[in-house]
């Protein structure tokens, strides 16, 4: 289709290079995770992000099944395939259940006033903005053997 192919284009190299990121993380290929971040609210989302916008130095993606209630009011995973999300950690609605990748703006600075410098979206990686990766049990994230 069409549509998300042009979407794709509108990914500034900052973009691409989170996607780039999570999509090796989470073993799919990148357009999964570039088709996800070019919808409009998740764009907004990471944009607020990047510029300064949102009131966090982070944002997480994961990729799994969303959670769902069962007649009982436990959550259990959703059928069909997993979905990339793109929260800042501060609802409860989303758990981490395999993999999260995350990102921090390593540029906000005290000595700016509180004033959070835009992070440039025309370079793919730079030191303004840290990449990891962590596990749902977090000590399954520092095994590194």
């Known amino acids: 289709d069409g549509h998300s192919s042009t979407a794709a284009m509108a990914l500034q190299e900052r973009h691409r290079w989170m996607a780039a990121n999570g999509a090796q993380s989470f073993g799919v290929d990148e357009k999964v995770i570039q088709d996800y971040i070019s919808e ?40 069909g395939d997993p979905k990339v999300m793109i929260t800042t950690g501060e609802h409860e609605d989303m758990r981490i259940k395999g993999r999260a990748v995350f990102f ?15 992070i440039r979206l025309d370079v793919a ?19 590194t053997g």
Do not use: C, W
């Open 40 to 79: 409009t609210n998740n764009l907004k989302k990471i944009d607020d992000f990047l510029q300064g916008r949102s009131k966090h130095r982070h944002i997480f993606f994961y990729y799994q099944r969303p959670d769902v209630p069962n007649e009982l009011g436990e959550l259990v995973d959703a059928k």
């Open 104 to 118: 921090v703006r390593s540029n906000d600075s005290i000595a700016d006033h509180g004033e959070k410098k835009p």
């Open 125 to 143: 990686s730079d030191d303004e903005l840290v990449f990891g990766e962590m596990a749902a049990s977090p000590l399954e994230s520092l095994n």
